[in-house]
């Protein structure tokens, strides 16, 4: 079983963070459909201090439990009273990222960046371990910044030694952003460091897994205690808990068949419009709508002919209630043939 410090996970099967994707209602979602834990997506530590994202956190209560808060950031100091804040306002576990590749985000030295700077970063898992109290603090990270810097290894040390409870390795540098394919045996060589220097804590192994196979593919080849899933999930709540149950049965959940998976995705639909207002969340749900419907075309389960039509619906129509029909008739079967 895998635990982040005193927290046991139902199953090693993770919903990524992912600024824009994985809201509240989305991480309320997965985590009911059998993820063994989801992460808030990321919040700048300035910004919370500051107050702009508190309103944000103050929602988090239904996401999924243990309450993870990522944090970004490059000031020891900041990050520190942002775990604070944070704490405060319920997280359980917080998340330092060292993985956002993003130009904004490394820019400022955070996210992936740090990972240039072993000694800024030491001092920033330090300054939270601290200011987390015992809480648990978790360290998410790429390969390195680039090929001739592939320092996960060393950068996972380091943060076994300030005493995190879990590392998760994206297997790409900062360099490849999302292009490649991710690393699985690269991430074996941080599981192999951390183990030889007698630390037991939870390894997730990260990047392109999108199925069971290659979830069972990316743990024999890292040697990882779980995984983490990201833009495979877009659309698809019940992905991982599904990979979850064909990893280790009776642990996750069934597949949903595709009057279930509509259904899903209408209660997914009314909890965004419900949490960010209609405007905004028949906005922020498109990019689900159009996962799924990519994904159901792909399996048949849509004729060519209303799918066109559903497009035109999930990504044109401002209307909530127009939305919820077409998933309504999809998931009573009467315009699908699955
Ligand atoms: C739209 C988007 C937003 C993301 N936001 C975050 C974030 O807020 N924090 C973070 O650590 N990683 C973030 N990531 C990276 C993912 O958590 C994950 O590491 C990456 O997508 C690789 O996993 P995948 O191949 O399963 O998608 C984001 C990725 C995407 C595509």
């Not at 990524?16 to 919040?43: C, K, N, Q, S, Y």
């Not at 060292?98 to 970063?121: E, H, I, N, Q, Y």
């Not at 498109?286 to 799918?307: C, I, N, Q």
């Amino acid at each position: 079983m895998l635990h982040i410090g005193p927290h046991a996970l139902r199953n090693p099967v993770l919903l990524a963070p992912m600024a824009g994707v994985t809201d509240v209602p989305f991480r309320a979602a997965a985590a009911r459909l059998g993820a063994g834990l989801t992460i808030a997506e990321m919040a700048a530590g300035k910004e919370l201090l500051e107050g702009r994202q508190r309103e944000r956190l103050a929602g988090e209560k239904v996401g999924g439990r243990p309450f993870v808060v990522q944090l970004a950031g490059h000031d020891a100091v900041l990050m520190a009273r942002a775990t604070e804040v944070a704490l405060a306002h319920g997280a359980q576990v917080i998340d330092i990222n060292m993985g956002c590749p993003a130009k904004m985000v490394t820019g400022k030295l955070s996210g992936a960046a740090l990972m240039r700077d072993p000694a800024l970063a030491r001092t920033i898992v330090e300054a939270v371990m601290a200011a987390a109290g015992g809480a648990p603090v978790t360290v998410k990270m790429r390969l390195g910044w680039d090929d001739a810097r592939r320092n996960a290894a060393e950068i996972a040390l380091m943060a076994a030694d300030a005493g995190v409870a879990m590392v998760t390795v994206h297997g790409r540098t900062r360099r490849q952003f999302y292009t490649g394919r991710a690393d699985w045996r690269a991430v074996g060589g941080v599981v192999r460091a951390l183990r030889h220097a007698g630390h037991a804590i939870p390894v997730i192994v990260n990047g392109d897994i999108v199925d069971a196979p290659t979830a069972r593919a990316a743990l024999a080849q890292s040697g990882a205690d779980g995984v983490m899933i990201g833009r495979a999930a877009t659309g698809r709540p019940w992905l991982p808990g599904e990979i979850a149950e064909s990893l280790a049965p009776g642990h996750g959940i069934a597949p949903l068949p595709f009057d279930r998976q509509a259904a899903e995705l209408m209660r997914l639909h009314a909890d965004m419009v419900a949490f960010h207002g209609e405007a905004v969340g028949v906005r922020r749900a498109r990019k689900h709508l159009k996962a799924a419907l990519t994904h159901w075309r792909a399996a048949g389960a849509v004729p060519v002919d209303d799918a066109a039509r559903l497009r035109e619906v999930f990504l044109r129509s401002e209307s909530a209630a127009e939305v919820q029909d077409a998933l309504s008739a999809l998931a009573q079967g009467s315009r699908a043939a699955a």
